[in-house]
Nanobody
């Protein structure tokens, strides 16, 4: 079992930056790949970025590539999402989730989810 808690969301203006944190407890954090996902009102939840167990591999959705950076610190049981040059279309609830495999196509394999943190970007 893994418990995940997100933090760092908020209201910012277009062009600003935010850093989200996902802190885990309850199991061996380094055994899991971790992803950041987001869900905007009326839309399906989508993958934003994923990091492998060691942090050596990453994946980004096209809209996040070049603006967002995912990283992890296994000594702190934490995964980060640094978001730069934010746009109004980045507005969503952001979730982190953990899976036993590095999966970039299917959300369903992610077993453990946090409660989400709201990111709102005003124009």
């Amino acid at each position: 079992q893994v418990q995940l808690v997100e933090s760092g969301g908020g209201l910012v203006q277009a062009g600003d930056s935010l850093r989200l944190s996902c802190t885990a407890s309850g199991s061996t954090f380094s055994s899991y790949a971790v992803g950041w996902f987001r869900q905007a009102p009326g839309k399906e939840r989508e993958i934003v970025a994923i990091v492998s167990r060691s942090g050596g591999m990453t994946y980004y959705q096209d809209s996040a590539e070049g603006r967002f950076t995912i990283s992890r610190d296994n000594t702190k049981n934490t995964v980060y999402l640094q978001m730069n040059s934010l746009k109004p279309e980045d507005t969503a609830v952001y979730y982190c989730a953990a899976a036993s495999t590095f999966e970039v196509r299917s959300i369903s394999v992610y077993e453990y989810w946090g409660q989400g943190t709201q990111v709102t970007v005003s124009s």
